[in-house]
């Protein structure tokens, strides 16, 4: 492998889980099936000698089961702002290539996939702010998805809840959430008031950054 990349963002997640997600614990899902979304902004990248910074990305996720299980399909969506070297970066990257193998999300979900759809190169809008468990996305046609604290039943106030992976290939530290996504298109989702997570994405083609 000689590509050498480096990327630090926020990043924001949503998938069908109850709010906890128990995959993150290695234990089956909570409805026997994967579903998400992830996205995120790049604040700080290169990719060899090509720039990122600033760019957003994002990726659809479906499995029928479990993700170890496999035959998943996924796309990737790249900031249409992107130059033709910058969307080839980003392609590579979300698509878990010139990584070492297993070392991130990225490529643990890609090597997961039976159909892996051609990335569309479109615009996205998107704020995270990972202290207050909130995000916004939305890619027009495409996605629209919102991450929101978890509100306590009893108190109605909010709720803060971390996971702490010092050995996980997407993040040290998560925030958890909930999240509402509609997506139409290839990957259909409906997910609502499931589980959210908000954290800094930092990892290179080794891995992730501590």
Not at 41 to 66: C, K, S, Y
Not at 131 to 152: C, E, F, K, M, Y
């Amino acid at each position: 492998m000689t590509d050498r990349w480096t990327i630090r963002g926020l990043e924001y997640s949503n998938c069908n889980c109850a709010p906890g997600c128990p995959c993150q614990f290695n234990s089956r899902s909570t409805h026997g099936h994967c579903e998400a979304i992830g996205a995120g902004v790049i604040q700080e990248g290169h990719f060899n000698e090509t720039r990122l910074d600033g760019l957003a990305w994002a990726m659809l996720l479906q499995w029928p089961g479990e993700i170890a299980e496999g035959n998943g399909r996924m796309q990737a969506i790249i900031d249409e702002r992107a130059g033709a070297a910058q969307r080839d970066a980003l392609r590579k990257i979300l698509h878990g290539e010139s990584t070492r193998p297993g070392a991130t999300h990225f490529f643990v979900f890609h090597s997961t996939m039976s159909r892996v759809f051609d990335p569309l190169y479109t615009r996205i809008d998107l704020e995270i702010d990972v202290a207050a468990r909130r995000a916004r996305l939305r890619v027009p046609d495409v996605v629209d998805s919102q991450g929101s604290p978890i509100v306590d039943p009893h108190s109605g106030s909010e709720h803060r809840a971390q996971i702490h992976l010092p050995n996980g290939f997407e993040f040290t530290v998560a925030e958890v959430g909930t999240g509402r996504t509609r997506t139409h298109g290839a990957i259909e989702l409906d997910l609502d008031g499931s589980h959210g997570h908000f954290n800094v994405l930092h990892m290179n083609q080794d891995g992730v950054i501590r």
